[in-house]
């Protein structure tokens, strides 16, 4: 395609603003459109980086791989790490070796996570109905990075339609975005798909047992912990008891919703900026941000499950806030990514959090916790940390009716502790 200087950003139909990019100096420059600006609509749509006045806005602070040079709140849309290496294999395949990130959105166009659409828009053909088995010997051979990727199973076409329903999904797991009918059942791709006639499901792929065990049988087991913890996460289930699928938040009552990360929304870098990367840093965000208080009861409630249950994953990118249209305002998106994201097979002498609490990534304490819960005004924390310790035992009978293996069981049942 041609190498565009400048894009439209979309939301819910209307151009928001443009968007340039200087490939020499990588920087980006954003201007809202004045019109947008006039109506007073949506004004809260972008409520940090982005200062609502005419003249053009330059970046030139967001180096970084995760920004590429992008305002946060836009490469928010760039596809993460399982997304590039299908967008690269694509890309190899079409003959194509580097793309500027302006270029990338216009392919993720109005196929990407969230209510930002980006034109102008490079068509891409409709994809069929999905197969997953199809899909996921694709991906294998994609993740394995064969050398040859003209044959029949990773021609273009195959290649094209992985990359439509697998690379706006965040992470570095492989995923896909599906449709399923409500009353025919049928799987079609999700990169386009709306509508209230279908279920919208993000599916993290079992590729195979390469690691011992099934890591998408432990996050549907944490799944489970949550619910009953009353954590508000989107309806999940297995597919063909093997599959993790969640119904997507951002794709709700028919319509694309506008979600925000952590990182997306405030310019951190949840990989190379740990000063940033702090549970009160994700509060006063969302203190910002005036999320009801019961927001905050909730995010409380996710860090102590995190603790508990040695999520040590849970980094900038995986908090998100989810915006309102109709009131103008933000609220603590449902929770993702729950799960023991370390390997239980292996020995790790100390585990270092992806978010520190009251300074701390290691030999975290009740008195560090409670810390978190005075600065923010949290109520009754200790019967929250209670009713979530309370759980402990459930993970080894969830984890057995799942069939996960036994040794598997113990070595995260080791981890799960109280906190004291």
């Known amino acids: 395609m041609a190498r565009d200087k400048i ?5 819910f139909g209307q151009e928001i603003g443009k968007l340039g990019y ?40 967001y180096q970084q791989d995760t ?18 290496i299908i967008f690269q294999e694509w890309l190899t395949a079409r003959g194509i070796q580097k793309v500027t990130p302006l270029e990338q959105l216009a392919y993720v166009a109005d196929r990407g996570m969230g ?35 003209t ?7 195959s290649l094209l339609n992985v990359f439509k329903i697998g690379t706006s999904a965040g992470g570095a797991r492989p995923k896909i975005l599906i449709s399923e009918h409500k009353e025919t059942g049928e799987i079609i791709a999700g990169d386009r798909e709306t509508s209230d006639d279908y279920n919208h499901y993000l599916v993290k ?15 549907y087991a944490y799944y489970l912990l949550a619910q009953e913890a009353n954590i508000d996460m989107m309806s999940s289930k297995l597919i063909e ?12 009552h028919g319509e694309k919703q506008h979600v925000l990360t952590v990182t997306g929304l405030t310019g951190w870098d949840f990989k190379s900026q740990p000063e940033n990367s702090t549970y ?26 995190n603790l508990v249950f040695r999520n040590v994953d849970d980094h900038l990118k995986n908090h998100s806030f989810i915006y309102n249209k109709e009131s103008n305002s933000w609220n603590l998106g449902p929770a993702y990514d729950l799960t023991y994201a370390l390997n239980p097979l292996f020995t790790f002498k100390t585990t270092s959090r992806a978010l520190s609490i009251n300074g701390k990534r290691t030999s975290l304490t009740i008195k560090d916790v409670l810390t978190i819960a005075e600065e923010f005004s949290i109520k009754n924390p200790k019967g929250i940390i209670e009713d979530v310790q309370a759980l402990i035992s459930r993970w080894s009978v969830l984890a057995t009716e799942l069939e996960i293996p036994e040794n598997i069981i113990k070595a995260i049942q080791k981890e799960i502790k109280e906190i004291e």
Do not use: C, W
């Not at 792929?205 to 996050?219: A, R």
């Open 7 to 11: 894009i439209d950003i979309i939301a």
């Open 205 to 219: 792929l079992h590729l195979d047992d390469s690691d011992g065990y099934n890591k998408e049988k432990v996050e």
């Open 67 to 84: 920004f590429q040079g992008l305002p946060p709140m836009i490469a928010d849309s760039l596809p993460d790490t399982f997304g590039n």
């Open 115 to 149: 209510a930002l659409e980006y034109k102008p828009i490079k068509e891409l053909p409709n994809s069929p109905k999905v197969n997953i088995d199809e899909v996921i010997n694709i991906l294998e051979k994609v993740l394995k990075l064969k050398d040859d990727t």
């Open 241 to 252: 008891n093997k599959h993790f699928a969640t119904l997507r938040y951002d794709r709700q």
């Open 22 to 61: 200087d490939i020499d100096q990588g920087k980006s420059f954003f201007q809202y459109n004045p019109e947008f600006l006039a109506s007073g609509k949506y004004s809260k749509l972008f409520p940090f980086i982005f200062k609502r006045t005419k003249p053009v806005q330059v970046f030139t602070e």
């Open 280 to 305: 009160e840093n994700v509060f006063k965000v969302a203190i910002g941000l005036e999320v009801p208080h019961k927001d905050l009861q909730q995010l409380f409630k996710r860090m102590v499950f």
């Open 151 to 157: 044959g029949k199973d990773l021609s273009e076409l």
